[in-house]
């Protein structure tokens, strides 16, 4: 299998490697050359410095033949676009868009993109677990 993932910071690098280990063919693609250092002095797959808004920096990264992409730069509007141009240009059915805005990551979810929204996921542990270890007040008799 192959994938991509845009932005190489905390997230995309961890979903890098982890695909690695999972013996996927992994190219990661960022503005920072420095940000290869995030992937480990082992790491085996590609790298490509740009901007994953650029098609040719996503030519280059092998876009065409990818199995499933991630887009995890630092910002929501760049991640949704990018999320739409890989659906959408280059035809890939898995493409997984972090988006920080629980809000938006509901509207582009309900028409089709597959989102996470990490803002979203912990505010409902935090709800679950205040709920979970605090004693609910007893129905009146």
């Not at 920072?32 to 790298?47: I, K, P, Q």
């Not at 033949?65 to 887009?71: K, R, S």
């Not at 979810?109 to 709800?127: E, M």
């Amino acid at each position: 299998m192959r994938g991509i993932v845009i932005g190489c910071g905390r997230v995309g690098s961890a979903v890098a490697r982890g695909l690695a280990e999972d013996g996927w063919d992994v190219t990661v693609v960022d503005e920072s050359e420095d940000a290869l250092v995030r992937l480990g002095a082992n790491w085996s797959g590609g790298f490509v410095v740009g901007h994953g808004m650029d098609t040719t920096v996503l030519e280059d990264a092998g876009v065409a033949d990818v199995d499933a992409a991630v887009v995890a730069t630092n910002g929501d509007n760049t991640n949704l676009v990018i999320g739409q141009v890989l659906q959408e240009r280059y035809g890939i059915t898995m493409v997984v868009v972090r988006v920080l805005d629980p809000a938006r990551a509901k509207f582009y979810a309900d028409r089709g993109l597959r989102t996470v929204c990490p803002t979203q996921t912990a505010i409902s542990v935090l709800l679950d677990t205040v709920r979970s270890t605090t004693r609910q007040p007893s129905a009146a008799t």
